[in-house]
Every structure is written in structure tokens, then in C-alpha cells.
């Protein structure tokens, strides 16, 4: 499975959507059910599956995924197909 692959199930776990939910275009609380709780478990889950801590600033500023990219990248993770 591709970074990539891995961070869409990351989302769509963390958030509670179906397996097939596009989350690419995804920002913090457009989705009713990204709230503050589920980006909690967004970030821990993120941590978990590409092995990083993620600082509070970085928690604060990840407000879509296309921003989870680029924070990620921070931390050395590499996100492609």
C-alpha cells in the first residue's frame, strides 16, 4: 500500500467515513464529522501509522489533507502513489 493510500485510510478512519469517502479535497470542519474530538484521534492515528510526533503548532495547522501532506513531509514521510 502506497503513503498515500495509507494516509486516505488514516483519515477515513480517524473521521468514521466509508471506505470509499474522497478525502483528498477534506478540510477541518467541513465534514460535520471533523470536529476537534475526531482531529485528536486524526493526529494520533497519523502518528501511529507513519511513526512521528507531531508537534502542537503542526496539530493546530492541519486543516485539510492537503496540509496533512505537507506537515508529514516535515517529519521526513514521504507521501506518493
Known sequence: ???????????????????????????????????????MSLIATLEDEFGVMIDTDDVINMSSFQEAIKILGKYGVEISE
Open 1 to 39: 500500500m502506497s503513503t498515500l493510500q495509507k494516509l486516505r485510510e488514516a483519515f477515513r478512519t480517524a473521521l468514521d467515513l466509508p471506505a470509499d469517502a474522497p478525502v483528498d479535497d477534506l478540510q477541518y470542519q467541513d465534514n460535520e464529522k471533523w470536529d476537534s474530538l475526531a482531529h
